[in-house]
């Protein structure tokens, strides 16, 4: 293993450590009551939870239906034929439309295509590539601006979906790169 990997794996093994270490001893520093701030946080950041749990269940049960009931293959089918199978194919297009929706879900549907066509497939490189590039926009948005209050959101939809939709382009142009 080179020299540059063995680093990188160092810093990936004690950049949090380091990371907390720094935040307690700034803490002890300035004199704070370091643990009395943390309670606060971890009280305020339960609170969050329990604020967001409904929504979050209820998309999680919106994005069980559509792949337990079939209309997720039929709109990826449908996608495949409007779009082709040489832009986009078939196969990667529930886990785009999932991915909007829910993480898990979409992890769940790429594990699925590393089974069936292998992790360093064109399918496995494309799919493994849209999760790192693209965002569980509707996710993301549900649980910010209801625990923020936001009503008028005004372009962070179409903003967000565009950026989604160039993460999903970039990773099937840079996967014909790399397999």
């Known amino acids: 293993m080179c020299r540059f990997m063995k680093l990188l794996l160092f810093l990936s093994n004690t950049i949090i450590p380091i990371l907390i270490f720094y935040i307690v001893g700034t803490g002890l520093l300035q004199k704070q009551n370091i643990y009395e701030q943390f309670i606060q946080g971890a009280e305020d950041g339960f609170k969050t939870v329990i604020k967001i749990m409904p929504t979050l269940i209820g ?15 039929a709109v990826s089918a449908f996608f495949g034929k409007l779009i082709g199978e040489k832009i986009i194919p078939a196969e990667i297009i529930p886990v785009f439309v999932v991915r909007l929706f829910s993480n898990s879900a979409a992890t769940g549907l790429v594990l699925d295509l590393f089974k069936k066509y292998g992790t360093d497939s064109m399918l496995g490189t494309i799919a493994s590539i849209m999760l790192s ?44 790169y790399i397999v």
């Open 133 to 176: 590039s693209t965002e569980t926009v509707f996710y993301t948005m549900s649980i910010y601006f209801m625990s923020v209050k936001i009503k008028k959101t005004r372009w962070t939809l179409g903003g967000a979906l565009l950026a989604t939709a160039a993460g999903a382009a970039a990773s099937i142009v840079i996967a014909q």
């Open 59 to 73: 998309l999680m049960v919106a994005v069980g239906i559509l792949r337990a009931s079939g209309l997720l293959d």
